[in-house]
């Protein structure tokens, strides 16, 4: 209810009835008088006051304060106070001094306050990097990762009642590996064969973690026995004589024959093989290889690698 009638002897009388009921002051209310006492002769009342109070609205606040503000100008924090401070929140990368206190999360500030923002140390990783080489001594690998240098940045930021203060990080990669360094480290490992020396700059100069190969050695190449490549052509074909004796024409076999002077084979010398190397300059041996042994029946002769038949008939 946004009012009040309330009836008094008098009209003061009724004011203060009604702002009893309201429990308020006089600041708080509009008075209406809505009827005035009456009083005949001898100051009998004849008629009863009547007052209506209206309790007034509460504004927000008749007057808006005026807000203080804070913001970032040339890298440095600076702000002001009016009727309210500003309020401040630190975000990441960032380091607050409030009264030469560290604080985290948020503060609001009053006139005076010695407020210093920095932003965060930078933070340096070193490149990281390692020489492998396998059991086999056949390859060695180069794996590096580069280096990071992290700093943060203070950015101007507009003036606000609310500044949300967070420095922007940059990064910048470090090659702090020379060429020099991983030659050395070939040297203790004894890796002196098939060094890919612009693996090894590629590797030194990539933006993220790799592993290369930057040593290869020389896989050995298997020699072959001598063999014998036989020559014989086919022949004609029967039928095929079961155990019984009688004749299947639906499976036939075919007979190899010769003529008189038919190469029936060739005699192949051994190939010899190629011995590896290992990226430490070791010989990788092959096996010893051997000719085959041929022994020569009946009705064939041998001249130079080529087995041919005297006569004719099957081999």
Request: with cysteine.
């Amino acid at each position: 209810m946004d009012y009040i009638e309330v009836k008094g002897q008098t009209v003061e009388e009724a004011i203060e009835e009604g702002l009893k009921q309201l429990q308020a002051v006089r600041e708080d209310v509009i008075i209406e008088i809505v009827q005035p006492e009456r009083k005949k002769l001898f100051g009998i009342v004849s008629q009863p006051a009547v007052v209506r109070l209206t309790k007034k609205h509460q504004t927000k606040q008749a007057v808006q304060q005026k807000e203080g503000k804070a913001w970032i100008q040339d890298g440095d924090f600076r702000y002001e106070c009016l009727d309210v401070g500003p309020t401040i929140i630190i975000g990441e990368g960032v380091i607050c001094l409030h009264n030469g206190k560290a604080i985290e999360g948020k503060v609001t500030l009053q006139e005076g306050d010695d407020v210093r923002i920095y932003p965060k140390e930078e933070s340096i990783a070193q490149s990281v990097w390692k020489v492998d080489m396998d059991a086999r001594k056949m390859e060695a690998t180069l794996t590096f990762a580069p280096g990071v240098r992290r700093r943060y940045v203070l950015e101007d930021m507009q003036p606000s009642n609310k500044l949300h203060i967070q420095a922007k990080m940059e990064t910048e990669l470090i090659y702090d590996v020379s060429h020099e360094a991983v030659m050395a480290k070939l040297q203790e490992l004894g890796i002196v064969y098939g060094v890919n020396q612009e693996a090894i700059r590629e590797a030194l100069h990539s933006e993220k973690k790799v592993t290369v190969v930057i040593a290869k050695g020389i896989e050995p190449v298997e020699g072959k026995d001598g063999w014998v490549e036989v020559k014989v052509g086919e022949g004609k074909r029967k039928p095929k004589v079961r155990e019984d004796g009688t004749v299947d024409y639906r499976e036939m076999e075919t007979i190899a024959t010769v003529g008189e002077g038919d190469v029936i084979a060739i005699v192949h010398p051994p190939q010899l093989g190629k011995p590896g190397l290992t990226v430490t300059n070791e010989v990788i041996p092959v096996r010893e290889v051997h000719p085959v042994t041929v022994k020569l029946g009946k009705g064939v002769t041998m001249h130079e690698n080529l087995i041919s038949a005297t006569q004719g008939g099957r081999p």
